[in-house]
T-cell receptor, first 117, second 113 residues
Framework: DGGITQSPKYLFRKEGQNVTLSCEQNLNHDAMYWYRQDPGQGLRLIYY???????QKGDIAEGYSVSREKKESFPLTVTSAQKNPTAFYLCASSIVRQGALRDYGYTFGSGTRLTVV | GDSVTQMEGPVTLSEEACLTI???????????LFWYVQYPGEGLQLLLKATKADDKGSNKGFEATYRKETTSFHLEKGSVQVSDSAVYFC????????????FGSGTKLNVKP
């Protein structure tokens, strides 16, 4: 079955370290997204990509970086510049064509919980 | 700009009670509206959607009607179960803005046996 796989499920980061969260999809979706979710809060968009080798900043991109070298993969790096990285990170994907979001919405992964120790 | 406002939670109900979670939106065009559900420790799953005014989305006993006149998309269920305990997110996407959703802040539902 097609879907989005996020790994690891739990990740611990020491102060000053960079860590990379993996997101892989086999849905043949063109667009991929990273969201951050804090306890009791909604989703905030970090980065998104509509096509390979191209990506755009979302609302809270500072302290994060991404790459999109393959259609299937959209890894997120949480850098040491991100001062408060402890959160639940969600990856999503969607079809890119007119009406696709209306018809299908996003498909989400199961998330990675990042904790600073 | 576009936005979604949900009622704050948590909402605590007894099993078999009726549920309503309010959602209102602001949009410049004619958005599609969605409800997503997030079970503990998991990602979001699409629960239901509606793409035009007066459409009713339904799934697993949940319903929501797209009300353009009141810019609302309230989620309802006639009889909740313990297994419905989760966080519910209302969201919209604008036609033409192909790659962005606007999410509400989420409403946590606790159903007690």
């Amino acid at each position: 079955d097609g879907g989005i796989t996020q790994s690891p499920k739990y990740l611990f980061r020491k102060e000053g370290q960079n860590v990379t969260l993996s997101c892989e999809q086999n849905l043949n979706h063109d667009a991929m997204y990273w969201y951050r979710q804090d306890p009791g809060q909604g989703l905030r968009l970090i980065y998104y990509s509509q096509i390979v080798n191209d990506f755009q900043k979302g609302d809270i991109a500072e302290g994060y970086s991404v790459s999109r070298e393959k259609k299937e993969s959209f890894p997120l790096t949480v850098t040491s510049a991100q001062k408060n990285p402890t959160a639940f990170y969600l990856c999503a994907s969607s079809i890119v064509r007119q009406g696709a979001l209306r018809d299908y919405g996003y498909t989400f992964g199961s998330g990675t919980r990042l904790t600073v120790v | 700009g576009d936005s979604v406002t949900q009622m704050e939670g948590p909402v605590t109900l007894s099993e078999e009670a009726c549920l309503t979670i309010n959602c209102t939106y602001t949009a410049t065009g004619y958005p599609s509206l969605f409800w997503y559900v997030q079970y503990p420790g998991e990602g979001l799953q699409l629960l239901l959607k509606a793409t035009k005014a007066d459409d009713k989305g339904s799934n697993k006993g949940f319903e929501a009607t797209y009300r353009k006149e009141t810019t609302s998309f309230h989620l309802e269920k006639g009889s909740v179960q313990v297994s419905d305990s989760a966080v519910y997110f209302c969201a919209l996407s604008e036609p033409g803005n192909f790659n962005k959703f606007y999410f509400g802040s989420g409403t946590k539902l606790n159903v007690k046996p």
